[in-house]
Each structure stands twice: as C-alpha cells, then as structure tokens.
C-alpha cells in the first residue's frame, strides 16, 4: 500500500464543531475509497506567511493515509477544492523516509514531545554550598568607664 498524507489549512472563524466535522467529512471519505487511516493530526492555529481569503492565520490539519492507489487523491482534491471551509491544502506521497519520521514523531522520539520528556526529567542539582558553622556569639561588652582623676 502506497502511504500518503494531506495537510489543509481550515478558516479559523468556524467554530468547534464545524472544525469537526470538516475534518471527519474527509476522513469518511478517505474510508469510503477504501483508504486506512493512519493519523490525524491538529497542529492549531497559525499565523499564515501571508494573507489568503484575507484571513492572516489558519488551523492546520494533517491526515496520513493509505492506499492501494493514488485514485483517491483526485477526489479528495476536488473535494478539497469545492469546500469553503478550506483555505489552502497539500497531499504528497510519504517514501519510506517520511513513514519512518512520522512514526518517529508520533512515538515522542522526534520534535516537541522530545522536548517534553526532557523537560519533565529530573536536573541533576548542583552541589549546595556547606551550611556555615555556627558561631559563638560573644555577650556583649559594656564600653569601660573612663577613669579621670
């Protein structure tokens, strides 16, 4: 099976429930040509380089799929094209190099789930300076009285 993955960027003025369902209508329909699905993955909102449909950020979505053929890619792109929703999108077929790091990603090895473990591991403490000795405090000495004669 051919392993393939579509990136789109969704108009971020829709609201949750719609970002939903704009992302499931696509994945039924990947499953419905007879493709598995592998991931979905939301990378969020982001400012765009540039300004489409006069829209200054979008809410990235990315679908990694199989197939036993590219046929569902025309489809899926016409789709793609015709929905409002959408603002830009992009599909490319994964060679083994890219199957490999996007598992890699997903299994925390690569990017920021990387960082996360890091960050939750323990920092080996500097060693702390050696308390000071406790010292004796001497009473206090009352000022002697001068002696004139």
């Excluded at 590219?70 to 992009?90: N, Q, S, W």
């Amino acid at each position: 099976m051919k392993q393939f993955e579509v990136t789109f960027i969704v108009d971020p003025v829709l609201s949750g429930d719609e970002l939903k369902s704009t992302v499931d209508t696509y994945t039924e329909m990947l499953k419905a040509e007879g493709g598995k699905i592998v991931a979905i993955d939301e990378l969020g909102l982001k400012q765009l380089a540039y300004d489409i449909k006069k829209r200054s950020s979008g809410i990235y979505y990315t679908i990694e799929f199989q197939s036993e053929s590219g046929a569902v890619i025309g489809k899926l792109e016409l789709a793609l094209r015709r929905d409002e929703r959408i603002m830009r999108f992009l599909t490319v077929r994964l060679d083994k190099f890219g199957i490999k790091y996007n598992e890699d990603k997903r299994n925390g090895k690569i990017g920021k789930a990387k960082e996360r473990v890091k960050a939750e591991e323990p920092k080996s403490e500097a060693p702390k300076p050696a308390a000071p000795k406790s010292e004796t405090v001497a009473a206090p000495v009352e000022p002697a009285e001068s002696s004139e004669n």
